[in-house]
């Protein structure tokens, strides 16, 4: 029976949360503040561990991230939550973060996938870790590698630079782009939270086939080549897990350049809407906060081209728009925009 640890000095919730996950044939351990964990951690071991940051009386995650720091708290991950509406913690590096009112079957998802979680190994005669898919290569460039902080408008590589890291992003966006011959400026990718981005080579050091820029204040890290290529060649799953990914970039590549052939402006600017509402977004009904000429850029359409859909789309009542910002009030009937 896997053993769950919830730190809440709230007895009703606590106790309400038990009994739900006993039902659901878990063990459940209660700690009331950050200072009895330890203790509980020593006498049975801990498969996942739910953190009720939203409880006025437990605070400080410098507290928590001393205890994720630790050796007896290192092998398990966290489920944390948080209030609604308040910005997730990225200080600290949790497979899962939560907000309140809690969903019960949510948490009971969350915590399945959780367990999935295997921790990273270290080989046999050996200090290399072993790392067998995508979410542990990312947790394993959480813990070792630097943090950067990058400037809304920054640039993180260069087309035609040497191609020498990879990059993870924590919080923000990152846009990749293309200039033609004119100057005009293509954006070939868009990347989030937690996203992948930058691998272009598995064999040898090559060159940035592209330009990589924030779009918004963002936290990355970034991840030597070399290492990527000798993680890949180690393991055949991860490899299969990028060879997905850069399939699925380019049959959404393909489809893009459909719509820059074919589709109408109209028809452009309402696919750059939903894709920003259904794969950039946290929320499909949080704001678009970009300048009309990103947006453009993505379209693949002029600025004044995009002002004067948005006039329409608003006019509509399918988006509503306040200075930069634009969010979507009707994603069913977008789909449908010809």
Known sequence: MKNILVIDTDVILSKSLKTF?????????????????????SQKKVDVMIYNK??????????????????????????????NGKKKDNQLKYFDQLETPLNYHRLLRSIEQSLKKKPLKKSEGTNEIDISCLSELK?????????????????????????????????????????????????????KDLDLFGFYSFKNISMYPE???????????????????KILGKNND??????????????????????????SVLKKTTNTL?????????????????????????????TESLIRSL???????????????IKVLDLKKLHYIK
């Open 311 to 325: 006039a329409q789309l608003k006019q509509n009542n399918l988006i509503a728009v306040n200075g930069r910002n």
């Open 238 to 263: 991860i490899a299969m897990e990028f060879a997905q990914i850069l399939s699925d970039h380019v049959s959404s590549l393909k489809m893009h350049m459909l719509d820059l052939a074919y589709a």
């Open 139 to 191: 947790e394993h460039i959480f813990k070792t590698e630097e943090k950067s902080f990058v400037s809304k408008g920054e640039t993180i590589y260069k087309q035609h630079k040497n191609a020498t890291c990879i990059y993870l992003i924590e919080e923000g966006l990152i846009k990749t782009f293309r200039m033609d011959e004119y100057g005009k400026e293509l954006i070939t990718g868009l990347y």
């Open 274 to 302: 939903l894709h920003f509402a259904e794969n950039v977004l946290k929320n499909p009904t949080d704001s678009i906060n970009l300048s009309r000429s990103d947006l453009a850029s993505v379209a693949g359409i002029s």
């Open 21 to 41: 996950l006993e039902a659901h044939s878990y063990e459940v351990s209660v700690a009331p503040n950050l200072q009895a964990v330890d203790k509980l951690i």
């Open 211 to 229: 330009t990589a820029k924030a779009l918004k204040d963002s936290t990355i890290f970034k991840f030597p080549i070399k290492s990527f290529q």
């Open 54 to 83: 939203s409880n006025p009386k437990l605070n400080g995650s410098d507290s928590l991230s001393n205890l994720r720091s630790s050796q007896s708290a290192n092998n398990f991950p966290v489920i944390l939550i948080s209030d």
